[in-house]
Structure formats: C-alpha cells, structure tokens
T-cell receptor, first 108, second 112 residues
C-alpha cells in the first residue's frame, strides 16, 4: 500500500522560531522525495527535492533516512510568509503520492 | 520562466453534464499529470500521460474520465457525466527530468 503520513498539525509558531516537519512513507521502493508548499486554494509549489545526503536551501533543510523511510523539513528563522501547508511527496515510478500536509501558521 | 496554465479557472456544471478541463504544460516536459483535490483533503493522483498515451491511472480515474493531448500543446481532462462528488480543484502538472512537478493554478469544478 502506497501511503505517506505527516504530522497532523497545525503548527502555530512565533516569527523567528525553528519548526520541523516529519513525514513517513510505506513503500521501500520509493525513488524520489520532495517537499511542496501549498497556500490556501492555490496550487502546490515545489519547495525542494530531498536527497539522500540531505540538502539545504537558505533557511530550509531537508533530510532523508531511507532505512527508516522518513523525511524531514526544518525551517529556521520562520517568517510570516512561511505560513502555508507543507506537503511531503513521494515518487514511485511514474506515480506521485502526496501526504495530507501539515499546516503552519507563523504568528507576529 | 515557463509555467503551466489551466482554463477555465472555475467551471460550474450540472450533474450529468460533460466537462473538459484544459491545460498547457511546459513545452519541453514529457510527462503530464492530472490531480484532484477535494476541499480540505489531500492532493490525489488521477492519471499520468507520456508519449501520447496513459502511462498510469488511479482507481479514481474510471470510465467517466478521459485524457488526450490533441495538438501537441493542450492536455485535456474530460469528465463525461459529472457527479456531485466530482466537485474539486483539478490540477494539471508537468514533470522535468528530475521528477520535479510544476503545477498549473487549477480549475475549480463545482457540480450542482
């Protein structure tokens, strides 16, 4: 069964906080991993791909643990504009499975 | 920067009517996808399309649904006889060689 699970949320954090999102996937044959953000009633937008060695893009750091089938996203120094739903996406062949998302609200 | 476009942005239709949702993917991408998202729920895969044919489809994509790429640029999703439960946002996406998906802004379908 191809499932992707995420922290249920919502996360309400003050500006400047560090917040971490977790995601687990059930299919060990998964090939590629991504984090997307989705603003209310908008399309998902690619935030970053997740590589086995981990990767960082400014305030965002993604980690992948294939043995535990676990993906994480860390946001440092959160901004008001980071408020969105964060979607974990796992690729199996030509299929992409989306997690339910974790909603983040960054408060002034 | 190239982007995926979709039309219309909002479609209201009566139950039992046919609808066609249109997408123009990014031109040098090879895989195209349709997803739907019912309000408040997660994004669900419907179908993937490669080399002018369906490469994979989900259980949701039953005989009421069809896709085609009639002219090499437009990518359409047809729902033959809409049901109330087809009301959702429908997103088109195209994929680059790194499997990164680029989504269109979506079509909000309301079936009354």
């Amino acid at each position: 069964r191809k499932e992707v699970e995420q922290d249920p949320g919502p996360f309400n954090v003050p500006e400047g906080a560090t917040v971490a999102f977790n995601c687990t996937y059930s299919n060990s044959a998964s090939q590629s991993f991504f984090w997307y953000r989705q603003d209310c009633r908008k399309e998902p937008k690619l935030l970053m791909s997740v590589y086995s060695s981990g990767n960082e893009d400014g305030r965002f750091t993604a980690q992948l643990n294939r043995a535990s089938q676990y993906i994480s996203l860390l946001i440092r120094d959160s901004k008001l504009s980071d408020s969105a739903t964060y979607l974990c996406v796992v690729n199996y062949g030509q299929n992409f499975v989306f997690g339910p998302g974790t909603r983040l609200s960054v408060l002034p | 920067e190239p982007e995926v476009t979709q039309t219309p942005s909002h479609q209201v239709t009566q139950m039992g009517q046919e609808v066609i949702l249109r997408c123009v993917p990014i031109s040098n991408h090879l895989y195209f996808y349709w997803y739907r998202q019912i309000l408040g729920q997660k994004v669900e895969f419907l179908v993937s399309f490669y080399n002018n044919e369906i490469s994979e489809k989900s259980e949701i994509f039953d005989d009421q649904f069809s896709v085609e790429r009639p002219d090499g640029s437009n990518f359409t999703l047809k729902i033959r006889s809409t049901k109330l439960e087809d009301s959702a946002m429908y997103f088109c996406a195209s994929i680059n060689s790194s499997y990164e998906q680029y989504f269109g802004p979506g079509t909000r379908l309301t079936v009354t």
